[in-house]
Protein backbone atom coordinates (compact mmCIF):
# COMPACT_ATOMS: atom_id res chain seq x y z
CA UNK A 1 0.00 0.00 0.00
CA UNK A 2 1.38 3.37 -1.10
CA UNK A 3 2.06 5.94 2.04
CA UNK A 4 2.06 9.89 1.16
CA UNK A 5 4.12 12.19 2.83
CA UNK A 6 2.05 16.05 2.79
CA UNK A 7 3.69 19.35 2.98
CA UNK A 8 1.90 22.44 3.55
CA UNK A 9 2.97 25.51 2.12
CA UNK A 10 1.38 28.83 3.74
CA UNK A 11 1.44 32.24 1.40
CA UNK A 12 5.07 33.23 1.73
CA UNK A 13 5.37 37.04 1.15
CA UNK A 14 7.23 36.82 -2.17
CA UNK A 15 5.10 33.94 -3.77
CA UNK A 16 7.32 34.48 -7.21
CA UNK A 17 10.31 34.28 -5.43
CA UNK A 18 9.17 31.21 -3.56
CA UNK A 19 8.49 29.30 -6.44
CA UNK A 20 11.40 29.87 -8.59
CA UNK A 21 13.22 28.65 -5.82
CA UNK A 22 11.07 25.71 -4.72
CA UNK A 23 10.54 24.47 -8.22
CA UNK A 24 14.52 25.67 -9.48
CA UNK A 25 16.09 24.05 -6.56
CA UNK A 26 14.14 22.83 -3.70
CA UNK A 27 11.73 20.34 -6.17
CA UNK A 28 15.17 18.55 -7.86
CA UNK A 29 16.71 17.90 -4.88
CA UNK A 30 13.28 16.10 -3.20
CA UNK A 31 13.32 14.48 -6.38
CA UNK A 32 16.61 12.34 -5.66
CA UNK A 33 15.24 11.09 -2.69
CA UNK A 34 15.83 6.76 -2.51
CA UNK A 35 11.89 5.32 -3.12
CA UNK A 36 9.98 7.96 -4.20
CA UNK A 37 7.24 6.88 -6.58
CA UNK A 38 6.27 10.59 -7.17
CA UNK A 39 6.07 14.22 -6.43
CA UNK A 40 2.46 15.85 -6.72
CA UNK A 41 3.00 19.42 -6.24
CA UNK A 42 -0.98 21.08 -6.28
CA UNK A 43 -1.37 25.05 -5.85
CA UNK A 44 -4.11 25.95 -3.64
CA UNK A 45 -6.18 27.87 -5.94
CA UNK A 46 -9.53 28.84 -3.73
CA UNK A 47 -9.12 28.19 0.15
CA UNK A 48 -13.03 27.80 1.31
CA UNK A 49 -12.60 27.67 5.20
CA UNK A 50 -10.28 28.13 7.55
CA UNK A 51 -6.72 29.68 8.27
CA UNK A 52 -3.74 30.35 7.35
CA UNK A 53 -4.22 30.97 3.59
CA UNK A 54 -2.23 28.08 1.84
CA UNK A 55 -0.24 28.38 -0.94
CA UNK A 56 0.89 24.75 -2.12
CA UNK A 57 0.58 21.18 -1.69
CA UNK A 58 3.07 18.52 -1.94
CA UNK A 59 2.61 15.01 -1.95
CA UNK A 60 5.30 13.11 -1.60
CA UNK A 61 3.83 9.48 -2.62
CA UNK A 62 6.56 6.08 -1.46
CA UNK A 63 5.52 2.53 -2.25
CA UNK A 64 5.12 1.55 1.33
CA UNK A 65 5.57 3.23 5.12
CA UNK A 66 9.26 1.18 5.21
CA UNK A 67 10.34 3.01 2.02
CA UNK A 68 9.42 6.05 2.92
CA UNK A 69 11.34 5.94 6.22
CA UNK A 70 14.87 4.63 4.02
CA UNK A 71 14.17 7.59 1.92
CA UNK A 72 14.17 10.14 5.16
CA UNK A 73 17.16 8.43 6.48
CA UNK A 74 18.74 8.80 2.68
CA UNK A 75 21.44 12.10 2.34
CA UNK A 76 19.52 12.84 -0.28
CA UNK A 77 16.36 13.66 1.90
CA UNK A 78 18.76 15.27 4.33
CA UNK A 79 20.30 17.62 1.58
CA UNK A 80 16.55 19.02 0.51
CA UNK A 81 15.73 19.33 4.43
CA UNK A 82 18.75 21.91 4.76
CA UNK A 83 17.58 23.34 1.53
CA UNK A 84 14.16 23.83 3.00
CA UNK A 85 15.81 25.57 6.09
CA UNK A 86 18.36 27.49 4.36
CA UNK A 87 15.51 29.70 1.80
CA UNK A 88 12.90 29.92 4.86
CA UNK A 89 10.96 27.14 3.82
CA UNK A 90 10.89 25.82 7.21
CA UNK A 91 8.96 28.27 8.68
CA UNK A 92 6.03 28.44 6.30
CA UNK A 93 5.52 24.62 5.86
CA UNK A 94 3.29 21.72 8.04
CA UNK A 95 4.29 18.30 7.57
CA UNK A 96 2.68 14.97 7.79
CA UNK A 97 2.43 11.55 6.46
CA UNK A 98 -0.84 9.65 5.39
CA UNK A 99 -2.30 6.20 3.73
CA UNK A 100 -5.33 5.30 2.25
CA UNK A 101 -8.10 4.76 4.80
CA UNK A 102 -9.30 1.07 4.72
CA UNK A 103 -12.74 2.17 4.80
CA UNK A 104 -12.38 4.12 1.80
CA UNK A 105 -10.44 1.80 -0.95
CA UNK A 106 -8.59 4.37 -3.47
CA UNK A 107 -10.08 4.08 -7.23
Request: aromatic content about 14%; proline content about 8%.
Amino acid sequence: MTVSYFALYRTPEDPAAFEEHYFGTHVPLVEKTPGLVENRVHRVTRQFVGQPDYFLLAELVFESAEAMKAGFRSPEWAESGKDLVAWGGMELVTMFSAEPHPGRPVA
